[in-house]
DNA sequence: AGAATGACGCTGA
DNA sequence: TTCAGCGCCATTC
């Protein structure tokens, strides 16, 4: 309910982690986050991966917003206090159409992460 | 400590 | 295709 701020406290480990993978996913380049938790060892823990991503000190230069659900879709809520449509605007500056309901081509525009991942 | 809450994901209706 | 129901698990209340 109340929105925790991050904002000073210091990132844990497993922040750090999801951030430093996320900025790698290469321009106009998709990722779930579940595939994100998978890529890091941490099968199932895709919710945590959002929640990282929730931490960041906006602005950032990390590519969060390219990391989207399963569904293919931005996930929509109010409890994002906008950050959802902002996600929306930089991807579509960046060239991917995203409708009025947050869906958008995620097969077209899945990153294929260069293997092997080396942290 | 126990319950509630999600920027999730999969299955089944 | 949409939607409810669960399982999941760190964070919050």
Do not use: C
């Not at 399963?70 to 159409?97: C, F, H, K, N, Y």
């Not at 309901?101 to 942290?119: N, Q, Y």
């Amino acid at each position: 309910m109340a929105r925790p701020d991050a904002g000073g406290l210091p990132a844990g480990p497993w922040d750090q982690r999801v951030w430093r993978l996320v900025a790698r996913i290469p321009t106009a380049r998709l990722a779930t986050y579940g595939q994100v938790a998978e890529l890091l060892g941490a099968w199932g823990r895709a919710r945590q991966v959002g929640w990282a991503l929730r931490r960041l000190p906006l602005p950032t230069a990390i590519p969060w917003h390219r990391v989207v659900n399963a569904r293919g879709s931005i996930t929509m809520t109010p409890s994002r206090e906008g950050s959802d449509w902002i996600q929306r605007d930089l991807l579509v500056a960046e060239g991917i159409p995203v409708d009025a309901r947050g869906r958008l081509p995620l097969d077209r525009f899945r990153w294929d992460p260069p293997l092997p991942l080396v942290f």
